[in-house]
């Protein structure tokens, strides 16, 4: 087996002057990532050194050689070609008169360059699957002067209208607008973060490859150094296998299947940080915290391991995962609560999380007040995972504020709720635009919330649930998959049959399908059931009635839910024979209103 291992900047992965192509071939899967893996590389862009690596491109050759068909490392090189792309696009709103004779030169300098990193001679420098690759000759086209084509109902498209709102501000009337100094320091940062391209001669090999980097057995990661680091303090003190004996304490906080979870570890290091030794508003960056906790334990020696192995049981607490790992014991209804929050990857702000768990281990704050503060943020996560605003990073550097605010006071059951609301609600998004939201396609923008949300709802106002009959509405089968999933009414597949394409569309059943795309992942076209496979692509009446003709109970839309009963809206079940557009967006309006009012935080 040969393989060449190249570290490469992604200014010659890019390059404005190679003619590389890279080709994603048949078997691969379409672009797949979701806003938070977007946010999660473009922060990491944006706030690490210069050099930071930013993961692995592993290539095939094939008989032209300038052309490799892409292994893994598809979603990230897709990703960066669009921050790319955002990055032209928003220099376009730059208006030139008003920069100076250098500012201009680079202007359009940078311009001409982004254009030849993204289009060689023999075409688009990333060769896509059919169905995006036609989104993104469409996006090209910026480059010609033409207008691009409307695919915002597309997960492609959707993806890059959030880039190019992630890279840039809004005015008071909801426009972007942008910096070209910004937008030069984005392009030098993106331009100098470094992939490592792996290339091999075929697909056995690089297969072998690629199950190699993602077995057990990897380079060294944060926990090995930060090991280091301690030992090399603890053992001036006391011997090594005491000092082996607190470290282990502090990673049987992290234990998951038998083997410590490294990214559990580097989130808690960093959270830790964040919460109880930084000082300014700033997150630490993963690469930056080797360095603080290295000068920690040389300035606060091997006792700093037991203020660690003390705030990691608490972080554990805030993941069900590892909750088991822990002494502690909360109240089942904080338990809940701080379930619900793990559920909305609202991961910015557990660094107020856990000062406040801190707080309420030092009585600084009682589970009364401490439960409205979590309720609080969970309202403030739902409504930022449909609105998909304000950024992680914004969210972040409030949280952080709101801690080092509250690092002053004593009694956080006076101030609490105040401290946090005044510091969040600044970036918060208003009903009105959550309403907007929720009267679009949510499902392609963050399911899990959808569910959450209705399962939220389900709980205020059904009564289907009973001392008879137990809430199994977050239990999971032996697959580890939820029982309860959402279930489109309007199915999803492509495939539409005739039946359907007749509901819908009656009068031009050629059109059925665009209006499929429109509505199908609308708020109103969802439900919850525990039968999804089993209601699947069938009709209406089918999906109604299931269950009945086996003997049993309704299990199907006529299941007893609340959730269910504005599916059929005044009419009885019987005469409820047909399910379309108008009905859709009724029940979008009906749920939407219950939701803005259930997730308020005022």
Do not use: C
């Not at 590389?20 to 977007?38: G, M």
């Not at 023999?122 to 002067?145: A, N, T």
């Not at 999804?532 to 692509?537: A, G, I, R, V, Y």
């Amino acid at each position: 087996m040969k393989i060449n291992p190249e570290s490469k900047p992604i200014s010659e992965i890019f390059s404005i002057e190679g003619r590389t192509i890279y080709n994603i071939p048949i078997y691969q899967r379409n672009y797949s990532w979701h806003e938070n893996n977007i946010e999660a590389l473009y922060n990491d862009v944006i706030n690490e050194d210069d050099g930071y690596y930013l993961g692995n491109l592993l290539v095939t050759s094939t008989e032209n050689p300038v052309e490799y068909n892409v292994v893994d490392g598809q979603q990230r090189l897709t990703t960066i070609a669009l921050l790319f792309l955002a990055i032209y696009e928003a220099l376009k709103d730059i208006n030139t008169p008003d920069l100076d004779h250098t500012d201009l030169k680079s202007f359009f300098s940078l311009q001409r360059d982004i254009e030849r990193k993204l289009i060689t001679a023999y075409g688009s420098r990333l060769r896509l699957l059919e169905s995006d690759q036609e989104i993104f000759e469409s996006y090209l086209k910026v480059f010609e002067d033409q207008e691009k084509g409307k695919y915002g109902h597309r997960t492609f498209g959707k993806r890059y209208k959030f880039i190019q709102e992630l890279i840039g501000e809004k005015d008071d009337e909801g426009k972007l607008i942008h910096n070209f100094k910004t937008l030069e320091y984005l392009y030098n940062k993106l331009n100098n973060v470094e992939l490592l391209r792996i290339t091999v001669n075929d697909l056995t090999d690089a297969y072998s490859v690629f199950t190699s980097l993602n077995a057990k057995g990897l380079p060294l990661t944060l926990i090995d150094l930060l090991k280091s680091y301690y030992l090399s303090e603890a053992v001036k003190e006391f011997s090594e296998k005491k000092a082996l004996e607190r470290w282990k304490d502090l990673i049987s906080m992290f234990m998951v299947n038998e083997e410590p979870n490294a990214t559990a570890v580097t989130q808690f290091l960093q959270n830790n940080y964040d919460a109880f030794e930084g000082e300014g508003n700033t997150s630490i960056t993963k690469k930056s915290s080797l360095r603080k906790y290295e000068q920690l334990f040389k300035i606060k020696g091997h006792y700093y391991m037991d203020v660690l192995i003390q705030n990691a049981e608490l972080f554990s607490m805030m993941v069900p995962r590892l909750r088991t790992n822990t002494s502690i014991s909360y109240s089942t209804k904080l338990i809940s609560i701080l379930d619900k929050l793990s559920k909305l990857d609202a991961s910015a702000v557990y660094p107020l999380v856990l000062k406040l768990l801190k707080s309420f281990s030092e009585s600084k704050i009682n589970e009364e007040n401490l439960i409205i503060i979590l309720n609080y943020l969970i309202n403030y996560y739902v409504r930022r995972n449909i609105v998909l605003k304000p950024k992680s990073s914004n969210i972040r550097a409030k949280a952080i504020q709101s801690v080092r605010i509250l690092n002053g006071v004593n009694n956080l059951n006076e101030t609490g709720i105040n401290v946090v609301k005044e510091n969040l609600n600044q970036i918060s998004v208003s009903d009105e635009e959550f309403n907007t939201s929720l009267n679009g396609s949510i499902y392609d923008t963050s399911p899990q919330t959808v569910r959450f949300m209705l399962i939220e709802i389900e709980r205020k106002y059904g009564k289907f649930f009973s001392k008879q009959i137990s809430d199994n509405l977050d239990d999971v089968n032996q697959n580890g998959q939820y029982i309860w999933t959402l279930e489109h009414i309007l199915p999803q597949s492509p495939n539409l049959t005739d039946d359907w394409k007749k509901m819908i569309s009656p009068e031009n059943v050629d059109y059925a399908e665009i209006l499929q795309k429109e509505n199908m992942h609308k708020l109103g076209n969802l439900t919850l059931t525990g039968y999804n496979s089993e209601l699947s692509n069938r009709d209406f009446v089918f999906k109604r009635d299931y269950g009945q003709s086996n003997g049993t109970s309704y299990l199907g839309l006529r299941t007893n839910l609340f959730i269910n009963e504005s599916i059929f809206n005044e009419s009885s079940f019987e005469t409820k024979n047909t399910w379309t557009v108008e009905d859709i967006n009724n029940r979008t309006a009906l749920l939407a209103r219950l939701i803005v009012e259930e997730f308020s935080i005022d």
